[in-house]
C-alpha cells in the first residue's frame, strides 16, 4: 500500500513539474479569430457627423423619463406579418415550394402596405396577418431594387395605418422603437437610441441604390424586415431593413430606409408603378483629408465628382470633374450616401438648387435632374415589362454618343437584381444586347417581344464596351 502511494505521489510531482517547466519555455499560445464579415461594416471614419445648428437644437426632442406605452399602442396594430411562397414545377415531374417571411406596415386605412422586396423576393403568393389575426391576399403594386422597398395593396377598410414622420429631424441619440411580426408573434416592440445617419453598408447590389440607413441598436432579428421604426410620438420614420451580424442574428446593428426617402419611393410607386429615379449624372467619390488640402476646402467632407455625364443634368448646368457638392437644395450633403439620399427624393424633370467648390471657391448652379436614359420624361410601367422584372434585369436603349463611340446598336443592361435568373448567369451591368435567340434587338420593346416570344430556353448574345469578344448568356423562363 505505500508503495503504490510513493507511486501516485511521485507521478503528480512529476505531472506538476513537467507543467511547470513546459510554461517556463513555451511561449503563450495566441488564438486568431478569423473575421467572416469585411472590416468596411465598422468603418466609423466614413461618417461624417454634422454640427448641430440652433434651429436642429430648439427641434430636437426634450429630454426627460421616456415612456413607450403611447408609441407602442399606436404602432403594433399598424404592423403585419407577410409570408411570400412560390412553387416551381419542373418538366419531368415534381415541384419545389420556396417561402420567406417578414413584416410590413400598413400606411393607409384602405390597405396599402409597404415593406422590403427582399421579403417577397420570388414570390408568387403573399399572404398578410394583421395583428388581429386577419388574413388577407395582398398584391404586388410595385418594387424598388435600389432602395429594397416594395409596396403592396390589400382590400380592407378602416385599418390601422401609421402616418410617415420627418427623417431629416430625426437625432443621433434619439430614443426609437423597432417594431415588427415576424412569425405571427403578434408584434415585438424594442426600443433603442439612434446610432447613426447616413450609413452605407453596401448590401443592395442595384447599380443606382442608394444607402443612406438610419443606424440603431434597436433589436431586429430575421422576420423584422420590413417592420417599423418610429419615434416616442408613433410616427414612421423608417424601414427596417438589415442588420450586421455575425452569427446570423441581432448583435446591435440595425439599419432602416430614412421615412423621406421612403414616402417618395411609395409615392412613385403608387402612381406610376416603378419609382422615378433622377440622377445628377455624374460619377462621385468621397472628400478624405489630402484631396480637401489639394482643393482648398474648408473642412473634409462634400462629394467629390471623379466625371461629368455628356449632355446629363450636371453637364448641361456647368458642374465639371473636380468640383464638390456640399449642398442640395439648402440641404447639406457631407457624403456619398447623403448626396444620393437627396437626389433619390426627386424626379427626372425636377429643378434642384447646388452648391458646390471649384478651385477653393464657393458656387452655385440650378441642375434639371434626368433619368438613367438622359432624359427629363417620367415613365410609366406597363405590364410588359413584368418579364423584365420577373427576369430581375433592367434595360435601356443606347444614346446616340455610344452607338457612335461603339459602332453597334443594342440594349444596355442597367441593373441586375441580386437573388434573380439573370444573376445567375453571371452576367454583369453595361452588358449590351446585341441578339435575343439569335434575333437582332436595337430597343428595349425588342427584347421584351423575343423575349415573350421564347418558349423557354433564352440566349443572349452581346459585349461589355471595354472588353474584347462576344460574350453569350443562357437561361431558361420557367426555372
Known amino acids: 500500500m505505500k508503495n503504490y502511494a510513493l507511486i501516485v505521489t511521485s507521478s503528480l510531482l512529476s505531472a506538476i513539474l513537467a507543467v511547470v517547466l513546459y510554461r517556463s519555455v513555451e511561449e503563450p499560445q495566441k488564438v486568431l479569430i478569423k473575421e467572416t464579415i469585411p472590416a468596411k461594416y465598422t468603418e466609423f471614419e466614413k461618417y461624417t457627423s454634422q454640427p448641430i445648428s440652433a434651429e436642429d437644437l430648439a427641434n430636437a426632442p426634450v429630454s426627460g423619463p421616456i415612456d413607450f406605452k403611447k408609441a407602442a399602442s399606436i404602432v403594433t396594430p399598424a ?47 403573399i399572404d398578410v396577418t394583421l395583428y388581429d389575426k386577419r388574413d388577407y391576399k395582398a398584391e404586388i403594386i410595385g418594387v424598388d431594387p435600389s432602395t429594397d422597398l416594395a409596396l403592396l395593396k390589400i382590400k380592407g377598410e378602416n385599418l390601422p395605418s401609421l402616418s410617415f414622420g420627418n427623417s431629416d429631424q430625426v437625432f443621433v441619440g434619439e430614443w426609437v422603437l423597432a417594431v415588427g411580426n415576424p412569425f405571427n408573434l403578434e ?3 424594442t426600443a433603442g437610441i439612434v446610432s447613426a445617419k447616413g450609413r452605407n453598408i453596401n448590401i443592395l447590389e442595384d447599380q443606382y441604390s442608394i444607402e443612406s440607413f438610419i443606424q440603431t441598436d434597436a433589436a431586429v432579428n430575421p422576420g423584422n424586415s420590413g417592420g417599423a421604426l418610429v419615434n416616442t410620438e408613433g410616427e414612421l420614420i423608417g424601414i427596417n431593413t438589415a442588420i450586421i451580424t455575425r452569427s446570423g442574428m441581432y448583435e446591435g446593428y440595425s439599419f432602416a430606409v430614412p421615412a423621406n426617402l421612403a414616402k417618395k419611393v ?32 474648408p473642412a473634409v467632407e462634400g462629394v467629390y465628382i471623379s466625371k461629368v455625364t455628356p449632355l446629363g443634368g450636371a453637364d448641361e448646368a456647368g458642374l465639371r470633374a473636380g468640383d464638390v457638392i456640399i449642398s442640395i437644395n439648402n440641404k447639406k450633403v457631407s457624403t456619398m450616401p447623403e448626396l444620393q439620399e437627396q437626389i433619390g427624393r426627386y424626379r427626372p424633370g425636377d429643378v434642384v438648387t447646388t452648391r458646390f467648390y471649384r478651385s477653393g471657391s464657393l458656387k452655385e448652379a440650378n441642375i434639371t435632374l434626368k433619368n438613367r436614359n438622359n432624359s427629363i420624361a417620367l415613365s410609366a410601367a406597363t405590364p410588359n415589362k413584368s418579364i423584365l422584372l420577373d427576369l430581375g434585369f433592367e434595360l435601356r436603349e443606347l444614346l446616340p454618343s455610344e452607338k457612335r463611340r461603339m459602332n453597334m446598336g443594342g440594349v444596355k443592361v442597367v441593373s441586375i437584381y441580386r437573388g434573380s435568373k439573370i444573376e445567375r448567369t453571371e452576367m454583369d451591368p453595361d452588358y449590351v444586347i446585341t441578339k435575343v435567340n439569335d434575333r437582332r434587338v436595337s430597343s428595349v420593346d425588342d427584347v421584351i417581344t423575343e423575349l415573350e416570344k421564347a418558349n423557354d430556353k433564352v440566349l443572349l448574345e452581346g459585349f461589355y464596351e471595354n472588353y474584347p469578344g462576344e460574350y453569350y448568356y443562357t437561361f431558361s423562363k420557367r426555372r
Not at 411570400?84 to 386605412?109: L, R
Open 79 to 125: 404592423v403585419v406579418n407577410i409570408k411570400s411562397s412560390q412553387k416551381s414545377d419542373y418538366f419531368w415531374g415534381g415541384s419545389t415550394y420556396a417561402a420567406s417571411s417578414g413584416s410590413g406596415v400598413i400606411i393607409s386605412p384602405d390597405g396599402f402596405i409597404v415593406t422590403n422586396k427582399h421579403v417577397i423576393e420570388d414570390g408568387d403568393n
Open 187 to 189: 408584434s415585438t416592440v
Open 266 to 297: 411609395i409615392a412613385d410607386l403608387k402612381e406610376y408603378g416603378e419609382v422615378q429615379r433622377a440622377i445628377l449624372g455624374v460619377n462621385i467619390e468621397p472628400v478624405n483629408n489630402q484631396m480637401a488640402k489639394d482643393l482648398d476646402l
